[in-house]
């Protein structure tokens, strides 16, 4: 059977991840979620004093850093569920807060960051047999895709999804707070120069707001089967 490159695009909590490490493992291939990419670079940022107290960002010294930055995602001895390790710590958790969400989207908008990640990413797929999730996975990383989908949901659905997670996850977060980043990050992502979230031409949208995630499997499982 032959492998293909397969685009998973959206807006943020749209389901992207949980969707694309399903589809990798019934396909046996490998997940990359690039979402946690660009979080540890942010995490890196607040770590190194890049983004200071008042939450300011200082660009070009993130610039100046980027080279001390080293991604690795390896698998989780008991879940096998690939994490994301930033210069050789375990930051899997770390990534997934408020705080980072907080901060994001703007460090994702630096031309330099999505240059490095970009890179990286082009070479994790090169063989192919990949899922991808993202922003710009089927308009940037691979625009020859074989498939490419474009998740969406309403605003409320994200934010309910992404609230009920942080809360099972033990942040007190409020459910307004919670809508209020994931509209803000939709507003920088699609409004940012360099690469904005954007439907690439050929790519499937997929509103899943009333759909489970059986149904929504099923579906997308059948497109797959149909490009190989
Ligand atoms: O997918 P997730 O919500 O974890 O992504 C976090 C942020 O990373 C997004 O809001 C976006 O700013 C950025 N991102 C991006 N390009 C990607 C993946 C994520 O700009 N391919």
């Known amino acids: 059977m032959r492998k293909i490159t397969i685009a998973i695009d959206g807006y943020s909590s749209t389901g992207k991840s949980t969707i694309a490490k399903r589809l990798a493992s019934a396909l046996n291939y490998i997940y990359v979620d690039t979402g946690a990419m660009y979080r540890a670079v942010t995490l890196f940022a607040l770590q190194e004093g890049i983004i200071n107290d008042k939450g300011e960002l200082d660009k070009a010294a993130l610039v100046d850093k980027l080279s001390e930055i080293h991604l690795k995602f390896l698998p989780n001895k008991q879940t096998g569920r690939s994490e994301m390790f930033l210069n050789d710590e375990n930051v899997e958790q770390e990534i997934r807060s408020m705080r980072v969400s907080g901060f994001v989207s703007p460090v994702a ?6 240059e490095k990640l970009v890179k990286i990413q082009q070479a994790m797929g090169k063989d192919k047999g990949i899922v991808m999730d993202g922003r710009d996975i089927g308009t940037v990383v691979f625009p020859d895709a074989e498939l490419k989908l474009f998740m969406t949901a309403s605003p409320e659905t994200r934010a309910a999804r992404r609230y009920k997670e942080l809360l099972e996850k033990g942040e007190k977060v409020s459910y307004p707070e919670v809508l209020k980043n994931v509209e803000e990050r939709d507003r920088i992502d699609s409004t940012r120069t360099i690469s904005p ?5 050929d790519a499937i949208e997929f509103d899943n707001s009333d759909m489970g995630l059986e149904e929504q499997f099923e579906r997308i499982y059948d497109y797959s089967q149909r490009v190989i």
């Open 109 to 114: 908008a630096i031309k330099e960051v999505r």
């Open 197 to 201: 979230l954007t439907q690439a031409k």
